[in-house]
């Protein structure tokens, strides 16, 4: 056992200085073992979670650890501890301080001690929350600077060879609670029942994940091909349609995408009745079909960027790259305009961007401009360039829609006692 292990670690270039995570656990400590038998500097590098009272003894084994292999000590304390998601904030915190130490170190190289084991629990996991057929491939040996080379040795494997070489370790005993995590339970639980099945239970499902993952890069082989060349959507295969999509949006550095989102593009791609749609991603992004063109861009909320203009009578403002005058005379033939009526004189009107607390009254009564937008059946870009013409207490005097397009407030119409005004509007030109 000793010299498959030897031989696994030795497959590997290893650079001059390789920042190893260790726990004290026996996984990482013949991690350590191994690894000081090649030329490495070896950085060993210790999260001290706090969460049980044996973790100052685990920092000291592993301090100890460090000074008899010749290897430099590098700890970190977890000091601001989440009330939930624990396990989840766990690990990006070690894997900072990974990163951190290869900085520190000038290498690109940080080795940890995932096992085949491991790699079981993650498949069997991934396939029990759901996940995409890629995430089914579990861990990967090499994934930018981690290195896992224990991936194709088992727990028990490795246990043989730290006591063959009599080597010490810290036991975490929370490992063994099926309550603690998931994982636990599968660990405890789950895998042991299965190996009564089949021995071999833990081979055969890294061996599954090794076969999906080689498929998964067959296939992301075939869709880099398809994505790099898009002309005409409609000429690649219907069955390269959704892995090109999903490594087109990958390209396009979108990550956090929806089953149900890529189904609403496939679905939008192949309308042959609608040359033209968008659809809303995150981070007030739009997935756009021109034809058989696609497109992302970045949605232009108005409502956001534009700031609110004073109007006074009789005085050109900009606004939204228009020009605009609020005014008592009748404007010119040719000019774009909209008529309202006051029952008293301002000082001032204010153009600024629409709020959902905004309402109109329309001859049939009261609406909110939300509703309005569905009623006119506006499109998403258009409802962001909806603005309002409002007094100065902020009461609605007229809406806008789309291009010069306007809706008048019913109770600034023409009536009696009133005076009548226009808000002229001029396109800036660029």
């Known amino acids: 056992m000793t010299e498959k292990i030897l031989q696994t670690i030795q497959q590997y270039n290893w650079p001059e200085t ?13 991690l350590v073992h191994a690894l000081s038998k090649t030329k490495a500097n070896l950085v060993i590098a ?41 396990e989840k904030a766990a690990r990006q915190f070690r894997y900072d301080f990974f990163e951190e130490l290869a900085q520190k170190y000038h290498t690109n190289t940080i080795a ?28 990967q040996t090499k994934n930018h600077k981690v290195i896992r080379p224990f991936l194709s040795i088992t727990k028990q494997e490795l246990i043989t060879y730290a006591q063959d070489n009599q080597l010490g370790w810290h036991q975490d005993k929370t490992n063994f609670d099926v309550d603690y995590t998931p994982r636990n339970l599968l660990r405890n639980d789950v895998l042991p029942k299965l190996t009564t099945i089949n021995q071999r239970a833990v081979r055969h499902i890294n061996n599954m994940a090794a076969q999906i993952l080689q498929q998964q890069r067959l296939i992301d082989n075939q ?53 033209n749609g968008k659809i809303a991603l995150a981070d007030n992004f739009e997935f756009i079909k021109n034809y058989q063109k696609i497109s992302i861009q970045k949605q232009q909320n108005m409502a956001q960027v534009l700031t609110p203009v004073m109007l006074k009578l009789n005085q050109w403002h900009s606004f939204a790259k228009t020009t605009f005058m609020w005014t008592d005379n009748v404007p010119m033939n040719g000019q774009s305009f909209i008529k309202f009526q006051l029952t008293r004189s301002l000082p001032y009107l204010s153009l600024r961007p629409a709020k959902a607390s905004d309402k109109i009254a329309l001859i049939n009564g009261h609406k909110n401009l939300r509703r309005l937008a569905i009623d006119e059946k506006l499109t998403p870009q258009e409802r962001t360039m909806m603005w309002v013409l409002a007094t100065a207490d902020d009461e609605v005097i007229a809406v806008h829609l789309r291009s010069n397009q306007w809706r008048v407030n019913a109770d600034f119409a023409v009536k009696e006692n009133t005076q009548p005004y226009w808000l002229v509007c001029q396109i800036e030109e660029t």
Do not use: C
Request: cysteine-free; hydrophobic content about 40%; aromatic content about 8%.
């Open 46 to 86: 210790h999260v001290n979670y706090r969460l049980r009272e044996e973790s100052d003894d685990d920092a000291d084994f592993v301090r100890q650890l460090a000074t008899q292999t010749g290897a430099i000590f590098e700890e970190q304390v977890w000091q601001h501890i989440p009330d939930h998601a624990v």
């Open 223 to 275: 869709a880099k091909i398809y994505a790099n060349d898009i002309q005409d959507w409609q000429k690649i295969p219907t069955l390269w349609q959704l892995p090109t999509l999903k490594y087109w949006l990958q390209k396009n550095k979108l990550f956090n995408i929806k089953e149900n989102q890529l189904q609403q593009m496939i679905q939008l791609l192949s309308n042959t009745h609608k040359p």
């Open 18 to 30: 390789v920042i190893v995570a260790v726990s004290g656990g026996v996984d990482s400590v013949v």
């Open 112 to 139: 940890v001690a995932h096992h085949a084991d491991d790699q079981a629990e993650t498949v069997l996991l991934k396939m029990i929350r759901g996940g995409r057929l890629q995430q089914m491939g579990g861990m």
